[in-house]
């Protein structure tokens, strides 16, 4: 079975500095890993996904995530955050990428102007 | 032209009463998603629908079925509503290869 765990379920970071989103996935097979945003009375949007290619992945907004498979991890980082960035973020694992997501349990994102 | 388009976005509903949520999504994929996200924004997949065929259902109460009458429509119907149902639903598809793209949710709310 998978998992994902999100450490931290609060973030807070200055405007400027930089953002960084831990996430840790339980997978018995290689998986597909995402981070999705979520804003305040929205649906969730992909920021970027990890597919067995490259392991820095770029996403939107001026994210990135590496995947570590001998750390089991796939953080979410962003150099300089900014105010627009204050949202829920959610890791999720997916077996062979056409399988249900499995969702950590998010990290609320709050920057402090 | 939204990808997945979710209705109604808001539900008030009293305790006893049946309601329907309905998804459409114009992306072509096969697979389509129920997914269920509680007061603390935990998200749980409910169902998933591949192609009009039900692949997926988490342990879900019966009073929730969902319907797929063709592979751009997945709605789901609640019977008996009971407060612990107030939730926001999110419809999601994806196709092989794809990442899922979601709804923008349905708050559901039972008093």
């Known amino acids: 079975a998978q998992s994902v765990t999100q450490l931290g379920s609060h973030v807070s970071v200055s405007e400027g500095a930089l953002v960084l989103l831990r996430c840790n996935y339980s997978?018995?097979?290689?998986?597909?890993l995402f981070w999705y945003v979520q804003y305040p009375n929205q649906g969730l949007q992909l920021l970027l996904k990890?597919?067995?290619?490259?392991?820095l992945v770029k996403g939107i907004n001026g994210f990135e995530a590496e995947f570590k498979k001998s750390e089991t991890s796939f953080h979410l980082t962003k150099p300089s955050a900014h105010m627009s960035d204050a949202a829920e973020y959610f890791c999720?694992?997916?077996?062979?990428?056409?399988?249900?997501?499995?969702f950590g349990t998010g990290t609320r994102l709050t920057i402090i102007p | 032209d939204t990808a997945v388009s979710q209705t109604p976005k808001y539900l008030v509903t009293q305790m006893g009463n049946d309601k329907s949520i309905k998804c459409e999504q114009n992306?072509?994929?096969?697979?389509m998603y129920w997914y269920k996200q509680d007061s603390k924004k935990f998200l749980k997949i409910m169902f998933s629908?591949?192609?009009?065929?039900?692949?997926i259902n988490e342990t879900v109460p019966n009073r929730f079925s969902p319907k797929s009458p063709d592979k751009a429509h997945l709605n789901l119907h609640i019977n008996s509503l009971e407060l612990g149902d107030s939730a926001v639903y999110f419809c999601?598809?994806?196709?092989?290869?794809?990442?899922?793209?979601f709804g923008q949710g349905t708050r559901l709310t039972v008093v």
């Open positions: 999720a694992v997916s077996e062979s990428g056409n399988e249900k997501l499995t």
């Open positions: 997978s018995s097979v290689p998986p597909y």
């Open positions: 990890y597919t067995s290619a490259a392991t």
């Open positions: 992306l072509g994929h096969d697979t």
């Open positions: 629908y591949n192609n009009k065929e039900l692949i």
């Open positions: 999601a598809t994806h196709s092989r290869g794809t990442e899922a793209f």
